[in-house]
């Protein structure tokens, strides 16, 4: 941007309010009358982000102009124009009243303008403004004129030099940027939709037959089921090889993929799933093992939208503080390390990251020093499609086999994965017949069945 001068300088960091003029300044001040006598108009995109740019900035932006229409009122809305005076004959009046309005002064308040009818408010103001294609008498008036013509970017072309005046344009275009990925992120929060895959196995060496074991009346894998569809997923699968499994599923209103018998992994078998599917390479999943029937759903919920947060991410998983020193130390607890943009450096069984100072002593130590925080894995995954379809495709890396941990393979590749630390500690899973006794401890009891007394009752009620 070209140096402004002092003059205009000072003018420029005064204001707090600009006034727009229509015709001719927001738009190329040519109507065109459709059949049923409206006008449209034209406006330019580069004028909507200067507005944008002038709001995010602190200035207030208001449009005055004696002649109002429908696509202009649609206008004002999508820039969230809040001061609108569509009866604005007299301009000076109308920046007056808006100085009133506000608690201004008027060598607070920029007004363009583009002809005669615009001079008086043009001479009145802190900084009069004009477009380059204005009458010359109004360019004449101004004390700055832009290089654009009106509607064709010459907005813009203001709300950059009020903002470079008052705090420079680096820091307001990335306070912008940094703000139109926001609301691009809470917009795709607003349109989330992810679907949950539940790998079950019916084999199991420790628990066989563990998706159809009985939790306080009802097979695990219909906890498992009943938790996921309270996620506010589109669609629930479970993905199983066995017809048992698949039955139990369907009697309970749930839908059942079956898959090979052969797969490697869970993730293996989702993979599956999303090509018989035919699911489109940015939808998002969710893997939550059969095996967990206490998982709350508000953490499937989280984990999906946690991936949606962060779109440099191709997976997004869960972590939760370690606050016992054993854990540390026990390699059936994986541990992780996050850096400061909250995605994973490092996945190991291994106490990490490896406190010299606390560790390299003669004695176990028997508590955790208050930095940093030792974090343990939870293992609950939201992938995109296309990410998996990558991961899957490549065979098991020496990393991952030596620690045992499939999520090494992503990290290998290449491929971001987003942690979110929650406080509470993950969901008990079930591998053994002592799971079950202490998991079904943990479920509502199943509804009580009506005695012969209750149903006689109930008849005599009736």
């Known amino acids: 941007m070209t140096p402004i001068a002092e003059n205009l300088l000072t003018r420029a960091r005064r204001v707090k309010l600009v006034v727009l003029d229509v ?3 927001l738009t190329d001040g040519r109507l065109v009358y459709t059949e049923e006598g409206e006008a449209a108009k034209r406006f330019h995109a580069h004028d909507g982000l ?10 207030e932006v208001a449009i005055a102009t004696a002649r109002g229409s429908k696509p202009l009122e649609r206008r004002v809305a999508e820039l969230k124009i809040r001061h609108f005076r569509t009866d604005a004959r007299d301009k000076l009046a109308a920046v007056q009243l808006l100085a009133l309005e506000l608690g201004l002064e008027l ?5 363009a303008g583009d002809d005669v009818l615009d001079l008086p408010a043009l001479r009145a103001v802190g900084l009069a403004a004009s477009v380059a294609d204005a009458h010359p008498a ?9 290089e654009r013509k009106g509607g064709c970017g010459a907005v813009r072309q203001l709300a950059d030099l009020i903002v470079e005046a008052q705090e420079g344009l680096e820091g307001a275009y990335a306070r912008m940027l940094s703000s139109e990925q926001e609301q691009q992120q809470e917009r795709a929060l607003e349109q989330l939709r992810f679907g949950v895959i539940i790998p079950a196995r019916y084999g199991s060496s420790r628990l066989p037959g563990k998706p159809l074991v009985d ?15 309270q996620s506010g997923a589109a669609f629930v699968v479970v993905a199983t090889d066995d017809e048992r499994v698949a039955r139990t599923v369907e009697a309970a209103g749930g839908e059942a993929v079956m898959t090979s018998a052969n797969h490697a992994s869970g993730t293996d078998r989702l993979a599956e799933v999303v090509e018989r599917m035919g699911l489109s390479g940015d939808t998002i999943v969710v893997n939550v093992q059969g095996d967990e029937p206490l998982l709350r759903p508000a953490l499937v919920s989280k984990v999906a939208r946690a991936l949606v947060r962060q779109p440099m991410a191709g997976i997004a998983t869960l972590a939760t503080p370690i606050h016992e020193v054993d854990e540390v130390f026990d390699p059936a607890v994986v541990k992780v390390i996050v850096n400061h943009a909250g995605l994973a450096v490092t996945f190991s069984r291994a106490p990490i990251p490896w406190v010299r100072e606390v560790f390299q002593t003669p004695e176990m130590p028997t508590t955790l020093p208050e930095w940093p925080t030792f974090l343990r894995h939870v293992g609950l995954y939201a992938y995109r499609v296309s990410t998996l379809r990558r991961i899957t495709a490549q065979a098991p890396v020496p990393l991952e086999e030596a620690e045992s941990l499939e999520q090494l393979r992503a990290l290998w590749l290449g491929i971001p994965i987003q942690v979110t630390v929650v406080d509470e500690a993950p969901a008990r899973g079930v591998d053994t017949e002592a799971d079950v006794k202490v998991t079904e401890s943990m479920l509502p009891p199943p509804p009580a069945l009506p005695t012969m007394e209750s149903k006689a009752a109930t008849t005599t009620g009736a």
């Open 215 to 229: 939790l306080a009346g009802k097979p695990m894998i219909v906890h498992v089921l009943e938790n996921a569809r």
């Open 107 to 111: 060598d607070q308040i920029c007004f």
């Open 50 to 59: 200067g507005i944008r740019l002038l709001h995010e900035s602190g200035i």
């Open 23 to 25: 015709d001719g300044v």
């Open 138 to 146: 109004a360019r004449d008036a101004a004390h700055w004129v832009s």
